[in-house]
């Protein structure tokens, strides 16, 4: 199982899975980080991009509303 990694501002959290249990847990955990920031600066929503089927990102965006998640797929 791959663990996620931050980008160097802490903003956006990748996540590689190799199961999906682990796959699970692991957005799971990624959101719950980037909602803790989102909270914080309270002017920004959480867009999870799915860029294949192992392989996402969780992110802060602009384009999202505080208090939203949204989801694409780059694939």
Not at 21 to 43: F, I
Request: aromatic share 6%; proline share 1%.
């Amino acid at each position: 199982m791959a663990g996620p990694t931050k980008d160097s501002n802490g903003l956006a959290i990748t996540v590689t899975a190799t199961d999906r249990g682990s796959m699970d847990l692991q957005l799971d955990e990624a959101v719950a980080a980037v909602m803790a920031t989102a909270m914080c600066e309270r002017r920004r929503g959480i867009i999870v991009t799915r860029h294949g089927y192992d392989s996402f990102t969780v992110a802060l965006s602009d384009a999202v509303a505080f208090g939203l998640t949204r989801e694409q797929h780059e694939w």
